[in-house]
């Protein structure tokens, strides 16, 4: 099993930048694959980005192409999303998660950390 924590969320202009980390717990980071989600109010909870174990396959919603980028370190068992040029409707909260087996990005994930506010003011 694996505990997830994230952090980096905050208060930015549209147009700006931010960058959310996600620090897992054990020694077996590298198995997992990893991915990003966001629920904004109201809304259902959805697939914001994905990453394989290596790191050399990456996935995508179509809202965020081009401005996210997702990217980890099996070394210090971190996962990161970079967000640039940030939309109002980038607003939400942003959830870290991992899942054990299977390799299709977008799947259903396993676990979850426990979120992190992002707001981006117009």
């Known amino acids: 099993q694996v505990q997830l924590v994230e952090s980096g969320g905050g208060l930015v202009q549209a147009g700006g930048s931010l960058r959310l980390s996600c620090a897992a717990s054990g020694r077996t980071f590298s198995i997992y694959v990893m991915g990003w989600f966001r629920q904004a109010p109201g809304k259902e909870r959805d697939f914001v980005a994905g990453?394989?174990?290596?790191?050399?396959?990456?996935a995508y919603a179509d809202s965020v192409k081009g401005r996210f980028t997702i990217s980890r370190d099996n070394a210090k068992n971190t996962v990161t999303l970079q967000m640039n040029s940030l939309k109002p409707e980038d607003t939400a909260v942003y959830y870290c998660?991992?899942?054990?087996?299977?390799?299709?990005?977008?799947?259903?994930?396993?676990?979850w950390g426990q979120g992190t506010q992002v707001t981006v003011s117009s």
């Open positions: 990453i394989s174990r290596s790191g050399s396959n990456t």
């Open positions: 998660a991992a899942r054990r087996f299977g390799g299709v990005l977008t799947d259903p994930y396993d676990y």
